[in-house]
């Protein structure tokens, strides 16, 4: 059984930074591709970003590249998301998502991903 726990959330001034974690288990971790997904309240929740199986891809949306990081630790079982120059904008609950591929691309398209944690609040205060 596959589970995701993310967990690094938390309250933080606009400007300031937070870097969330999401633990893997019950899967090869190699063999999944990882996605970061953000819902504020009111909002459908929309990507982030994404990794490849190996790290050695990355995408990300418009409105967080040159300010977020993703990345991945394939002996912890392990994906990051490291946030800088946060806005009260970015404020919500941060989902990790994993799908199983033998490709090595990424994708930011939700519906590809078939497992997913339960999320981590992150509030950005102005």
């Known amino acids: 059984q596959v589970q995701l726990v993310e967990s690094g959330g938390g309250l933080v001034q606009a400007g300031g930074s937070l870097r969330v974690s999401c633990v893997a288990s019950?899967?090869?971790?190699?063999?999944?591709?990882l996605g970061w997904f953000c819902q504020a309240p009111g909002k459908e929740r929309e990507f982030v970003a994404a990794?490849?199986?190996?790290?050695?891809?990355?995408l990300y949306a418009d409105f967080v590249k040159g300010r977020f990081t993703i990345s991945r630790d394939n002996t912890k079982n392990t994906v990051y998301l490291q946030m800088n120059n946060l806005e009260p904008e970015d404020t919500g609950v941060y989902y990790c998502a994993a799908d199983f591929t033998r490709t090595s691309s990424t994708t930011r398209v939700y519906t590809n991903y078939g497992n997913w944690g339960r999320g981590t609040q992150v509030t950005v205060s102005s």
């Open positions: 990794i490849s199986r190996t790290g050695g891809s990355t």
């Open positions: 019950g899967l090869t971790f190699t063999n999944y591709r």
